[in-house]
């Protein structure tokens, strides 16, 4: 664990990013509790819990539930920005999500703040880094005045997998989680500062400057419920305290950060992880699925 030397190394190429305290945003699931697709008004209802705290969303593919047609307009209603994504694992999905962009990303310029194109493909083994690059100019195309730009694993940034699709991004989305990597709580912190510090380095070593990249931390968070993954524990304890000292501490720094998520998806089913372990992300909302807050989350 080098939190202590690198993180402040790293910070300190990056002047622009540490000018001030960074944003904090949340991802947003386009499902009600019960697994039906949300509206315009289900929408509303969320962005006026989290307008309390943040005003920017993201989502993962901009034509799932309609999630563009419904979002948007609520993101205007509530003063809101969203980043909108597109899934490029298959062709259909694509082209799902480019059309939809299409429709939409000028009716609603000033809510659009950015679209992601592939949400962890590099980690999945999905795509390649210059696959997405390509697709991500192809979204380019039918949103030309847009930020575009993709979210992945950290070690996908820090092993070159995805240099091909850094270098023509407006932004990048670093996910990492410390709890996927079965740290203890005592240790998480530190071990996500690390790995948000090798991401950013290797991405500012490709793009050269701060200058022609915005960086945030895509995903990040910890489970309230659910079973051990190694030596990590679902806990709200635990989770309350990952927030405060991870994500309170990476937007101290200057960094923007994106909590995962919102509130809890009841109706995911359970998977499991590459070690075979249960990965249960049902509960990773810092609200109930009921929009009832589970600890505070004031930094």
Request: glycine share 8%; proline share 3%.
């Given at each position: 664990m080098r939190f202590t030397s690198v993180l402040p190394l790293a910070l300190a190429?990056?002047?622009?990013?540490?000018?001030?305290?960074?944003?904090?945003?949340?991802?947003?699931?386009?499902?009600?509790?019960?697994?039906?697709?949300?509206?315009?008004?289900?929408?509303?209802?969320?962005?006026?819990?989290?307008?309390?705290?943040?005003?920017?969303?993201?989502?993962?593919?901009?034509?799932?539930?309609?999630?563009?047609?419904?979002?948007?307009?609520?993101?205007?209603?509530?003063?809101?920005?969203?980043?909108?994504?597109?899934?490029?694992?298959?062709?259909?999905?694509?082209?799902?999500?480019?059309?939809?962009?299409?429709?939409?990303?000028?009716?609603?310029?000033?809510?659009?703040?950015?679209?992601?194109?592939?949400?962890?493909?590099?980690?999945?083994?999905?795509?390649?880094?210059?696959?997405?690059?390509?697709?991500?100019?192809?979204?380019?195309?039918?949103?030309?005045?847009?930020?575009?730009?993709?979210?992945?694993?950290?070690?996908?940034?820090?092993?070159?997998?995805?240099?091909?699709?850094?270098?023509?991004?407006?932004?990048?989305l670093v996910n990492a989680f410390s709890y996927w990597q079965g740290q203890d709580i005592k240790n998480a912190t530190g071990s996500f500062f690390d790995d948000i510090a090798q991401a950013t380095a290797h991405i500012q070593n490709i793009k050269g400057s701060t200058d022609g990249v915005e960086l945030w931390v895509g995903e990040t968070g910890w489970p309230t419920e659910g079973d051990d993954y190694e030596k990590a524990h679902p806990s709200i304890e635990n989770a309350k305290t990952y927030f405060h000292s991870a994500l309170c501490g990476i937007k101290a720094w200057g960094f923007n950060v994106f909590s995962f998520e919102a509130f809890d998806e009841p109706w995911k089913p359970v998977s499991k992880g590459q070690n075979g372990q249960v990965a249960d992300e049902r509960h990773w909302g810092v609200w109930n699925a009921d929009r009832s807050p589970k600890f505070d989350i004031n930094c």
């Open positions: 190429a990056a002047p622009v990013a540490v000018s001030a305290a960074g944003t904090l945003g949340f991802a947003l699931g386009t499902k009600k509790p019960d697994g039906t697709c949300k509206y315009q008004q289900d929408y509303e209802t969320d962005l006026d819990v989290i307008g309390t705290k943040a005003k920017i969303v993201r989502g993962y593919s901009a034509s799932d539930c309609n999630a563009a047609q419904y979002l948007l307009p609520a993101a205007k209603a509530k003063g809101f920005k969203v980043v909108l994504g597109v899934w490029p694992d298959t062709d259909e999905a694509f082209n799902l999500d480019k059309g939809v962009i299409q429709q939409y990303a000028s009716q609603y310029s000033d809510q659009l703040y950015a679209i992601t194109v592939g949400s962890e493909a590099l980690y999945r083994g999905s795509l390649t880094g210059e696959t997405i690059a390509s697709k991500l100019l192809e979204i380019k195309k039918v949103a030309p005045n847009a930020k575009l730009g993709t979210a992945d694993s950290w070690n996908k940034y820090v092993d070159g997998s995805a240099d091909a699709v850094v270098k023509v991004a407006d932004i990048i």
